[in-house]
């Protein structure tokens, strides 16, 4: 008994399966689909391919072929638009657009560029095949649309048909009646079939190939970077300024009432003096303390004046003699600046602080799209990334603007530090 209820259940499951996709909404979307798509592509493709035609029967003129050529590429982008509307609007599908090439420029660059984009020949290639595509396979939908209830109800007119055309006997009206019934059962899905195999070509020939999304997450991920830098930058920025008009000011304020102090009392017991003298004392060397951390921080002098006049600055402080030789027809990025001034400030603190040397030369120019900084330096070498912090922070710093550190430092030296900083 439970397995008769079983099969009985399996059954209905199965009749529900089949005849269920007649009355649902998704079927008369799908046909909604491929009849708009059917009437798009035709004209899309009529379009098409007059204007390429005409463009390769004119090309060995060049000049006569130019125009149906960039009449076409127009006419493939307007098309894009209308089918991406089409699917969002009809099936709730977005598909993902491709980058737009620049309109800025001559009309004749434009067309070498449109020429040359695979992605408007992905564009091309999906008109072009969906209007022999959605035809045949929406012909085919409405074959079993039309000729399975034809034929399912066959035997209820089948006496009013000529008798040219009337079927004999009642196995041939009964297997032809089957037949219209398994067309129209099979109808929803031919339809569904017909609509994935539409959307499959557009995903593949209207959306971003994986390349293209690569390309354009690396670019996002880049100019994300490059805001996140210019962010720091200004805070940077933001924390030295403050410094400087604000705690700067009230240290030198303290240091000069100090001072005045120390002058104006003399007739007090020695021992506050030495008091006042060490507070004046430490007053002075946090004053010069803060003015250090604010040079390191960010210089006021780069944004004012540059990089040749900032670099000046540090090579005459470093303890080590420094010959600095400055080539900048052009002054580079913001960023780039202040990478190129801490490449330089940390580069000199560390042939100070370890490489024992008594010359510095420091080279700083424009070749081509780089901004080229070369620090050579007589000491004793062996610089190693892997033992300290210097290096390493080095070329993250470096890398963060997409530049190149080479360092190459034998034992007994000379130290030959170059980084390269993109500035187009």
């Known amino acids: 008994m439970t397995t008769n209820a079983g099969h009985a259940a399996h059954r209905s499951s199965v009749l529900r399966t089949l005849v269920w996709p007649l009355w649902k909404g998704r079927t008369w979307v799908n046909m909604a689909h491929l009849l708009t798509g059917t009437l798009l592509s035709l004209i899309t493709f009529t379009v098409l391919l007059c204007l390429l035609s005409s463009a390769a029967t004119l090309a060995v003129t060049a000049v006569l072929a ?3 050529l960039i009449a076409a590429y127009e006419a493939a982008e307007l098309f894009t638009s209308w089918q991406r509307t089409r699917f969002r609007r009809v099936l709730g599908v977005d598909l993902a657009p491709t980058e737009s090439l620049p309109r800025d420029g001559h009309w004749l660059s434009r067309a070498w560029a449109q020429t040359k984009d695979a992605g408007m020949w992905r564009q091309i290639g999906y008109h072009t095949l969906s209007g022999i595509t959605l035809p045949l396979t929406t012909l085919a939908v409405l074959t079993l649309w039309v000729a399975g209830p034809a034929l399912a109800l066959l035997p209820a007119y089948s006496t009013q048909l000529p008798h040219w055309i009337k079927p004999t006997g009642a196995a041939t009206l009964v297997g032809l009646s089957s037949i219209g019934i398994i067309m129209l059962l099979a109808a929803p899905w031919g339809a569904l079939l017909a609509v994935r195999l539409d959307a499959g070509m557009a995903t593949a020939l209207l959306a971003p190939s994986r390349s293209e999304e690569l390309a ?3 670019a ?14 200004a805070e940077r ?15 030198v304020s303290l240091a000069m009432n100090l001072g005045m102090t120390r002058t104006m009392l003399v007739d007090v017991p020695p021992e506050v003096r030495d008091a006042i003298e060490r507070a004046h004392d430490e007053a002075k060397l946090a004053l010069s303390e803060l003015r250090a951390v604010i040079r390191g921080m960010h210089p006021a002098i780069l944004d004012d004046l540059g990089l040749d006049a900032a670099l000046s600055g540090i090579a005459a402080r470093s303890p080590v003699p420094v010959r600095l030789m ?24 560390n042939v100070a602080k370890h490489a024992q040397a008594s010359q510095i030369d420091v080279i700083v120019e424009i070749e081509g799209d780089l901004l080229r900084i070369v620090v ?7 610089a190693d990334q892997s033992r300290g912090t210097g290096l390493r922070g080095l070329r993250q710093r470096i890398a963060a603007v997409d530049g190149a550190l080479t360092v190459d430092s034998p034992v007994g030296g000379p130290t030959i530090l170059l980084a390269d900083l993109p500035c187009a």
């Open 216 to 218: 354009r997450r690396v």
């Open 237 to 251: 920025r933001r924390i030295e300024r403050d410094l400087h008009d604000g705690t700067q000011q009230r240290l």
């Open 66 to 68: 130019v125009p149906f």
């Open 220 to 233: 996002s991920l880049s100019e994300s970077r490059a805001d996140m830098i210019d962010a720091t930058d």
């Open 376 to 382: 050579r330096d007589d000491g004793r070498g062996g």
């Open 326 to 349: 400055v080539d900048l027809p052009r002054r580079p990025s913001r960023t780039v600046e202040t990478v190129a001034y801490f490449v330089v400030s940390e580069a000199l603190a």
